[in-house]
């Protein structure tokens, strides 16, 4: 009875001769990836579902055609009755189906399938068929207020110049659904005030739609604030239109003790903060001149250091003990250098020769295989994850399979060798048999850049083993559309504890830069002073944007990405350490180091292993994303900071700052005053100055015992553990 009510509905909808012309690339397949047929909880997954696969997301519509017409023996189709196909009858669940209901017997996709079977099931041409650029209006969504409901329109172009509607087929994402929420028709909801982006996807082609709802309250009125460079200029034009007041200027102390870390890791000592805040000059000027003599100090050389050797992954499980102290002294001399940041990248890509003569090959000794190697190029240096593209078309980006093993190409003629000294290797070029081959068949890929862009030659990419040396050259080009852009982006957010574009090494059309103008901005300006990392820093520093305080106003409360007001972050493992023991007065015993090495100076995480760095987010440089380095607070740290070894031993030192001072004979005021501006960097409030002159005055204990006491409560409290 249901095959005859079927074959009733197909007769009477889908009459032959007025049937329409439908194929698999132009038609079906956008049908089958609507319906979710594709997607990796059906049979899109790796291992496809039920004994069937298709690509994932329709990525290969080869593929999925194929195994249409030939699995089974072609048991999906029935072409004279394609009615009765099983790619019919099973979303429509007139024969069971684990994937539930799909479409209606009655739909247009049904419709379009149907006549698909009945035509003879054609595949198309790609070079017609295949979607050229999506267009979506309104191009930008402007609310005034939560509450508001739009609709998009989404319009593919086809190679062939012909258009279509693919409004109801295209899928549309919003990258935070609780400020910008999508309905079923295409139509999208402010759900609170904030910023959002939607991603359009339609067959492979990706665009974005940023979403923005202002703060509906009534009496917002922009305040000038001041402007100390072009950072300013374009954080106050967006905040201005999104109706978000700026906060005002950090305290001299606040300034000092953030600059200090941000630049150096390392806190102000007592002395510093007391000089710095008597000092009359001119705040700006002031502030300029001790960004100028942070930047100049050794501690920058230790901090920077350190950043970088956990993106290069320094660690002497991969390089040995004289690989690790090679390569960290490498990159120190090149920070010490001021080295410009192109050459330093461009040595390290086309690095060859002794591991132990040329430390900059250590970069390869890590990864080793040309994929892996390739992936960590793009990301560290392009800000790129290519990851995702090995096994199929990146999801969320125009990476294909096929960009991913062209660019992993250029790593094929990499070959590393045993050198003569112990823990020693020699990377070289191999001069045969280095082909890279596509793993669905087997095809040589050629090596091909993932965009265009000039290498110092217009000639074409090189197939042999220089190879390399054309992608360290690409790579490092001012018409790099990336590198200059992730760089300037990674440093960001060293200062700000967020990117512009956020994760900063996740850079795609999906993840957008929150100010698109700034980024442009500080790009240029880091071309224009010849990949400059310390001009960069100079700029970042210098702006009104990064002395912000932390205190918010009734407009910026609620903002965390537009940088209108400071926002506190944890101390790194090894500034927490290096600030425990400014505190303190007591140098904590790293093993396999002199006595006076700080934390931020270790080589790479094997040395000075003490557990404390560990706990607290050292990261282990087994992977060059930045998410290994946490900034998490968790039961394990405060157990730690309570009843740790390393916060007792230091509070209590017998040579600490607590017990010079009694020996000193300061009064209790002025050690009290002493303990505020070791642990917080500025002195205590009038509240706080009485409550600390009253414990040490207490006599419950002697007093050595109350002062560490305080001291440990100093220590174990947010403006110790925290930059603000």
Same mark, same amino acid.
């Given at each position: ?52 696969? &298709? ?96 609709? =998009?329109?989404? =319009? ?95 305290? +001299? ?139 199929? +078309? ?27 000294? =112990? ?27 993932? /965009? ?26 001012? !018409? ?21 574009? !956020?994760? /900063? ?19 240029? !300006? ?34 965390? +990405? ?15 350490? !290096? ?6 007065? =007591? ?14 100076? &270790? ?107 305080? &001291? ?13």
């Amino acid at each position: 009875m249901r095959f005859s009510i079927t074959l009733l509905v197909a007769t009477s909808l889908f009459g032959a001769a007025e049937a329409p012309k439908v194929n698999f690339v132009r038609d079906v397949a956008p049908v089958l990836n609507k319906a979710g047929c594709m997607s990796g909880t059906c049979h899109g997954a790796a291992k496809g579902k039920d004994g069937f696969k &298709l690509s994932l997301r329709g990525y290969d519509p080869q593929f999925d055609y194929e195994a249409l017409l030939y699995d089974l023996g072609g048991r999906r189709f029935n072409r004279a009755d394609p009615g009765r196909s099983l790619m019919l009858t099973k979303p429509t669940q007139q024969v069971a189906h684990g994937g539930g209901m799909r479409f209606e017997i009655n739909s247009d996709y049904y419709k379009i399938i149907y006549n698909w079977i009945a035509q003879g099931v054609p595949y198309g041409d790609p070079a017609k068929d295949s979607v050229k650029s999506l267009d979506v209006e309104p191009k930008e969504i402007f609310m005034e207020k939560p509450g508001g409901t739009t609709t =998009v329109k989404i =319009v593919a172009t086809f190679n062939d110049g012909g258009t279509r509607d693919v409004t109801r087929e295209a899928n549309i994402d919003s990258n935070i659904p609780d400020v910008a929420a999508v309905g079923d028709k295409a139509d999208i909801k402010g759900a609170r005030m904030g910023e959002a982006t939607l991603l359009v996807r339609y067959q492979g082609k990706f665009t974005s739609v940023p979403v923005t709802i202002l703060n509906p309250a009534p009496g917002f009125a922009w305040k000038q604030v001041p402007q100390n460079n072009y950072i300013d200029q374009l954080i106050d034009a967006k905040l201005q239109r999104l109706k978000i007041q700026p906060s005002g200027l950090v305290d +001299d102390a606040g300034f000092l003790r953030r600059a200090s870390l941000d630049l150096t890791g390392q806190l102000p000592d007592p002395n510093e903060v007391r000089a710095f805040v008597a000092d009359t000059t001119p705040a700006k000027l002031k502030r300029s001149r001790l960004i100028e003599k942070l930047i100049a100090s050794p501690a920058f050389i230790d901090h920077w250091t350190l950043k970088w050797g956990d993106l290069l992954q320094a660690n002497r499980k991969y390089l040995g003990e004289k690989g690790v102290y090679e390569f960290d002294e490498w990159i120190r001399e090149s920070f010490t250098a001021n080295k410009p940041y192109d050459k330093m990248v461009r040595e390290i890509l086309s690095s060859s020769g002794s591991s132990n003569q040329n430390p900059a090959a250590n970069f390869f000794r890590v990864t080793r295989d040309p994929k892996p190697t390739m992936e960590k190029t793009t990301q560290v240096f392009l800000g790129v994850r290519m990851v995702c593209a090995q096994c199929h +078309d990146h999801p969320f980006e125009r990476w294909t399979q096929n960009q991913y093993y062209e660019m992993s190409a250029f790593y094929s003629a990499l070959g590393i060798r045993p050198g003569y000294e =112990v823990g020693e290797e020699i990377i070289y070029n191999q001069r045969a048999d280095f082909d890279m081959k596509h793993p669905k068949d087997g095809r040589v890929m050629k090596p091909a850049f993932i /965009v265009p862009a000039s290498y110092g030659s217009s000639g074409p990419v090189p197939t042999d083993s220089h190879r390399r040396m054309a992608l360290a050259e690409w790579v490092t080009s001012r !018409d790099n559309p990336f590198f200059a852009k992730s760089t300037v982006n990674r440093v960001w957010s060293y200062f700000f504890g967020r990117g512009i574009i !956020d994760p /900063v090494d996740d850079i795609r059309a999906s993840n957008p830069p929150s100010n698109p103008a700034l980024l442009d901005a500080l790009t240029k !300006d880091f071309l224009d002073h010849n990949f400059d990392l310390r001009q960069l820093m100079r700029t970042i520093t210098n702006s009104r944007t990064y002395q912000a305080g932390m205190t918010t106003n009734e407009w910026n409360a609620g903002d965390a +990405d537009n940088f209108s007001h400071a926002i506190p972050r944890r101390l790194a493992a090894e500034e927490l350490l !290096d600030a425990l023991t400014l505190a303190t007065g =007591v140098r904590p015993n790293l093993p396999e180091v002199p006595p006076d090495t700080r934390a931020e100076q &270790l080589p790479d995480p094997h040395v000075g292993k003490d557990g404390f760095l560990d706990l607290f987010g050292r990261p282990s440089r087994e992977s060059s994303c930045e998410c290994e380095r946490r900034s998490d607070i968790s039961l394990p740290q405060a157990l730690n900071l309570v009843n740790g070894q390393t916060i007792s031993d230091a509070v209590a030192g017998g040579n600490g700052r607590v017990a010079k001072a009694i020996l000193s004979g300061k009064s209790d005021r002025d050690l009290v005053e002493e303990l505020y501006l070791a642990s917080f960097s500025r002195t205590p409030t009038a509240a706080e100055a009485e409550l600390g002159l009253k414990y040490l005055s207490s006599g419950s204990r002697g007093r050595a015992a109350l002062a560490q006491d305080l &001291l440990w409560a100093l220590v174990n409290s947010k403006p110790f553990l925290y930059n603000y």
